[in-house]
């Protein structure tokens, strides 16, 4: 079975500038999550989605940041304008439902100067 | 608000001493429990899940529930250099949220 998998692996910006990160969960699983890493802390929660409706974006900076799941398949976190503040890894998990464990992807690790 | 805390921030040990985390929550309603592990820049490794009160052991990891006193510990039997790593804490919420705690830097001495 595939795992969750994120792409860029890495990405390097300079504040002002946009980012996508792309996810795609484990096939069939419903519920899938974005979390903020900083760099040696544990990661905090930003959206999580049930199919593609969003269930919580209440600590997502919707200034900036936006997320979908357009297909309730892959998703899309965005960030307009970053801000060094926004340095961290992004990790996207998937579960099959609410009661069933997650599976995290690798990560991207995004630097901005 | 689900809050999760982590205690130490950091420990150090040494190579075969017994090691013990401390994760502390605030809503007794809560119903999975999850240690994790996390070499530095690597991904999330799960260790331990744990949904009833007791323990639950799995390899050299034991977990540790007492929801009364809103309690999850992890105890790492004889660890080694290569445990060395963050260790978190995450609770699942009823609202198909997970909340991490700020993790604890272990640090496992030759």
């Known amino acids: 079975e595939a795992g969750v998998t994120q792409s860029p692996r890495y990405a390097v910006l300079q504040e002002g500038q946009a980012v996508s990160f792309w996810c795609d969960p484990i096939s069939g699983h419903d519920t899938l999550y974005w979390y903020q890493q900083p760099r040696d802390q544990g990661p905090q929660l930003l959206v999580y989605?049930?199919?593609?409706?969003?269930?919580?974006n209440s600590q997502l900076p919707s200034d900036r940041f936006s997320a979908v799941r357009p297909k309730g398949t892959n998703s899309t976190l965005k960030i307009q304008s970053a801000k060094q503040g926004d340095t961290a890894t992004y990790l996207c998990a998937s579960s099959l439902n609410a009661n069933s464990d997650y599976t995290f992807g690798s990560g991207t690790r995004l630097l901005v100067i | 608000q689900q809050k999760v805390q982590q205690s130490p921030e950091s420990l150090t040990v040494s190579e075969g001493a017994m090691a013990s985390l401390n994760c502390t929550f605030s809503?007794?309603?809560?119903?999975?429990f999850r240690w994790y592990r996390q070499h530095s820049g690597k991904g999330l490794e799960v260790l331990v899940s744990i949904f009833s009160d007791g323990e639950k052991e799995e390899g050299s990891f034991t977990a540790h529930l007492n929801r009364a006193s809103l309690h999850v510990f992890l105890h790492i039997r004889e660890p080694q250099p290569s445990d060395s790593a963050l260790y978190l804490c995450a609770v699942d919420t009823n609202a198909y949220k997970v909340i991490f705690g700020k993790g604890t830097h272990l640090h496992v001495l030759p």
């Open positions: 809503d007794r309603s809560s119903d999975n």
């Open positions: 989605f049930r199919d593609e409706a969003v269930i919580d």
